[in-house]
């Protein structure tokens, strides 16, 4: 039985049963990135015919990646408060949101706070009108540098600039972007980069967002470092399982089943204190099928969804879509492309690869004791791993068995011993 909740602690318990679907909107609904160019357009509704198939695969929330007015890309805000022409207007996320609540569908927004788009107007107005005015507060600039003042960038990035997060503007300007979506019926924010920002900052920030919106989730993106004191430190709900992500391709890459479970050993200690968001694919990584092939993007999210966290499936992910990350200009678009107009005009190749993933899913929403659940190894060598995860509430287990060393072998099994899964491809001999 869980602890009594205070009055006073946020009630995110709803996130216990959430399965995301994570949608890069400008590139699900075809909008121009490069150039952006002026091309204005409802693009966003594109979105409402796909929302039963969201269902049907069986994910409960949808993750959506920027929808904010930006210069090209999404990362690069230029308001916070405005809908992306290129995806449509206010009234069509309205829509939008309004559709997946008759469905059942959560709604988490991507928030970008650590920096802006360099043609931001305030930042505009700030540069002109020099360092004691109000909306300077707003920016890391120095004001100093040789040759004029010099906005500070994010990451070496020059079209990105930072926020200055030791300002109560700064603070004050995000706390109320996260309540006017909040207000609008969206049920959680995911932090761009809250790695690059002093977790104290979210503390405040969302501590305050809470005391209006107690059941809202907040997901912050941190890659490498120490997770748990991240959490501890900035009180967000969860951070992105990049650990995981990195464990479960490259082991079976590899050929490697230790590094999968060392990885488990410190999910099960993160698992502790909060539960992290895994995944296997995102908008900023190559997609598993182009690095495990087919087969290998069925046994990936086989071992995921038997494994505690809040798993989020990335758009394609579940029709086999390849996509390689390249670190160039435009290196993402290949992992971001736009869907066909309706499900029916998908290619027959992802259906093995759907199917797999319904049932999946379908297996996770059965056994929800998995969010929060521990694991721990049977048997292991290089290509052979059998893991227990196990409630941590009771006597609720299921036994895992991944055998890798010939073609992909992964079979999920209940208490009994009787199979609930299974997965036998062999080696492509082609």
């Given at each position: 039985m869980d602890a009594p909740r205070s009055p006073d602690a946020p009630d995110t318990s709803w996130i216990r049963h959430a399965i995301w679907w994570h949608v890069y909107p400008l590139g699900f609904c075809g909008a121009p990135v490069r150039p952006a160019g002026p091309a204005p357009a409802p693009r966003l509704r594109a979105l409402l015919d796909w929302l039963d198939y969201a269902v049907?695969?069986?994910?409960?929330?949808?993750?959506?990646?920027?929808?904010?007015h930006s210069a090209t890309h999404g990362y690069d805000t230029l308001d916070h408060y405005r809908i992306d022409p290129r995806l449509g207007t206010l009234a069509d996320f309205d829509d939008l949101v309004a559709a997946c609540r008759a469905r059942g569908l959560r709604v988490v927004l991507d928030g970008v706070f650590s920096h802006v788009g360099a043609g931001h107007p305030a930042l505009a107005r700030a540069l002109a009108a020099g360092p004691g005015s109000p909306e300077a507060e707003l920016f890391d600039v120095d004001w100093q540098a040789p040759g004029g003042p010099r906005p500070r960038v994010f990451e070496g990035h020059g079209e990105l600039v930072r926020l200055d997060?030791?300002?109560?503007?700064?603070?004050d300007l995000v706390a109320d972007v996260l309540g006017y979506w909040l207000e609008r019926g969206v049920d959680g924010w995911r932090l761009d980069a809250a790695y690059s920002v002093d977790?104290?900052?979210?503390?405040?920030?969302?501590?305050?967002?809470?005391?209006?919106?107690?059941?809202?989730?907040?997901?912050?993106?941190?890659?490498?470092?120490?997770?748990?004191?991240?959490?501890?430190?900035?009180?967000?709900?969860?951070?992105?399982?990049?650990e995981l992500w990195k464990a479960l391709w490259s082991s079976l890459a590899e050929r490697n089943l230790f590094e999968l479970d060392w990885a488990l050993q410190r999910h099960n200690r993160f698992l502790d204190s909060f539960t992290p968001t895994t995944f296997v694919g995102n908008h900023d990584v190559t997609r598993i099928a182009s690095t495990l092939g087919g087969d290998g993007a069925v046994a990936a999210p086989a071992l995921l969804m038997c494994v505690g966290g809040v798993p989020c499936v990335y758009y394609g992910d579940e029709q086999g879509f390849t996509g390689i990350?390249?670190?160039?200009?435009?290196?993402?678009?290949?992992?971001?492309?736009?869907?066909?107009g309706s499900p029916g005009e998908l290619a027959p190749w992802g259906r093995g690869v759907h199917r797999a993933h319904r049932e999946l899913i379908g297996l996770r929403r059965r056994h929800p004791w998995?969010?929060?659940?521990?694991?721990?190894?049977?048997?292991?060598?290089?290509?052979?791993?059998?893991?227990?995860?196990?409630?941590?509430?009771?006597?609720?287990?299921?036994?895992?068995e991944a055998d890798i060393a010939a073609g992909w072998h992964v079979a999920i099994r209940g208490p009994a011993g009787h199979t609930l899964w299974r997965l036998d491809a062999e080696p492509d001999r082609s």
């Open positions: 049907e695969l069986g994910v409960n929330g949808l993750l959506l990646g920027p929808v904010f997060h030791t300002r109560p503007r700064t603070a977790p104290r900052f979210w503390a405040e920030v969302c501590g305050r967002v809470r005391r209006d919106h107690p059941r809202a989730w907040f997901l912050g993106e941190v890659i490498h470092g120490d997770y748990g004191a991240f959490v501890a430190e900035s009180r967000l709900d969860s951070v992105t399982q990049y990350k390249e670190e160039r200009l435009g290196g993402d678009d290949a992992v971001r492309p736009a869907f066909p998995l969010a929060t659940a521990a694991t721990e190894a049977v048997a292991l060598d290089n290509t052979r791993y059998v893991f227990r995860a196990h409630g941590r509430h009771g006597g609720a287990h299921l036994e895992v």
